[in-house]
């Protein structure tokens, strides 16, 4: 592929297709991490080349613990992909979050277990700055095109990421929130780490599906209550995709530092570096 897709979306639970997109295709994109979630979608919306990949696969048959993100990432990057829109199901772990909520999150808690969280390895050490993991420039479009489409959302939160695929103890739960976290999901680490390192800019639009299981006036979470409370959300999930997508320019110079993460990352000598690697992360460490 020549042409550059600057605009990537990542669809969570309830949401496997970008509605309104035309001259749509499918690209099966090779990578060295192997394969993605599912095809990559592209095609037209408001005159923009966008990106679409299901992060569970078009059926939802991908567990949390088992989606690609190396893969995901990697190929969103290889196509051109600047800004990548993040779409989650979570849990509200405090009680003026409510179902139906968006939550614009600033910050992530990793709880995640089994993961290949980082394109580096050895051969090759990196370290990216991740003190603020969400693009502010993308997460404060994200909101305002949620505020202006009347759906009730918070500016900012902290979203913990728990391995899954089962749900939390009521032990945890409770821990959970006596650490003042926000949401709570199973997906969006290690994408929002991976995305950093390949410079790319992030943000996660969190839907709430249920109370976790510490609300004593809501049953414990089910995988039917979820699925149910995301096939409501799904409608305004993709009200705001279209709406940052609208007010995205792909072409203007980004307003932040995305980008240049991974330029200062890397502290291993270049002479010590196998060429064979060099080159698996050369997509990786171009600036797009």
């Avoid at 990949?53 to 989606?67: D, F, N």
């Avoid at 990196?126 to 404060?140: D, M, N, Q, R, Y």
Wanted: charged share 25%; glycine share 8%; with cysteine.
């Amino acid at each position: 592929m020549t042409k550059k897709i600057r605009i990537g979306v990542i669809g969570g639970s309830g949401v496997y297709e970008l509605e309104g997109l035309s001259d749509i295709s499918e690209q099966e994109i090779q990578t060295p991490f192997g394969k993605t979630s599912d095809a990559v979608i592209t095609g037209k919306l408001h005159g923009k080349e966008v990106a679409f990949l299901p992060r569970h696969g078009r059926g939802h048959y991908i567990i949390p613990s088992e989606v690609n993100s190396r893969a995901n990432i990697y190929a969103l990057k290889k196509i051109g992909v600047k800004q990548i829109i993040s779409v989650s199901a979570v849990g509200s772990m405090k009680e003026h979050i409510s179902l139906g909520d968006i939550v614009v999150v600033d910050q992530y808690f990793d709880r995640t277990k089994s993961r290949a969280a980082s394109f580096f390895a050895s051969g090759c050490v990196g370290h990216i700055s991740f003190s603020k993991p969400v693009c502010e420039t993308l997460a404060g479009i994200a909101a305002d095109v949620a505020e202006e489409t009347s759906i009730k959302v918070h500016r900012g939160g902290t979203y913990i990421c728990i391995e899954g695929p089962q749900f939390s103890t009521l032990g945890e739960s409770l821990i959970y929130r006596s650490w003042g976290v926000d949401v709570i999901g199973m997906t969006a680490i290690p994408e929002a780490k991976l995305a950093r390192e390949a410079g790319i800019c992030y943000a996660t639009v969190a839907m709430v599906t249920d109370y976790d299981c510490w609300y004593p006036q809501h049953d414990a979470v089910t995988a039917e209550m979820v699925v149910k409370q995301f096939e409501k959300n799904a409608l305004n999930a993709k009200k705001v995709v279209e709406g940052v997508i609208r007010k995205i320019d792909p072409d203007a110079p980004r307003q932040c530092s995305c980008g240049d993460a991974v330029a200062t990352a890397v502290v291993t000598s270049p002479d010590k570096i196998d060429p064979s690697l060099k080159e698996k992360l050369k997509v990786i460490m171009e600036k797009n």
